[in-house]
């Protein structure tokens, strides 16, 4: 089954810490570029910010601007996850948090970040 599953969201403080992962089946994980989006809470038109993305080889990434040096993309290929560690979290990070896969992989269902004292 082709399924992507998100988990390790949560609350934390701001200038916390936190790492989200994301499981991958049913699809060949190594030929696959990976990505993480965000939808931001009270979006009614479901629209998904780009957040990070990593190459099928896990050699190239790219980060968004607003997030770029504090959120590290990585992959292990053998356990077929992908990790995404958040540092300097702030309020505006609060999103639910999905990892979409190139090639039409449908996505999943997100883990949800919250980032509030």
């Known amino acids: 089954q082709v399924q992507l599953v998100e988990s390790g969201g949560g609350l934390v403080q701001p200038g916390g810490s936190l790492n989200i992962s994301c499981a991958a089946s049913?699809?060949?994980?190594?030929?696959?570029?990976m990505s993480w989006h965000r939808r931001f809470p009270g979006n009614q038109h479901e629209e998904r910010e780009f957040v990070a993305r990593i190459s099928s080889s896990g050699l190239n990434t790219y980060y968004q601007r607003s997030v770029r040096g504090r959120f590290t993309i990585s992959r292990d290929v053998a356990k077929q996850t992908v990790l995404l560690q958040m540092t300097h979290l702030v309020p505006a990070d609060t999103a639910v948090y999905y990892c979409?896969?190139?090639?039409?992989?449908?996505w999943g269902q997100g883990t949800q970040v919250t980032v509030s004292p």
């Open positions: 979409p896969a190139s090639g039409g992989v449908p």
């Open positions: 049913g699809f060949i994980f190594s030929e696959a570029a």
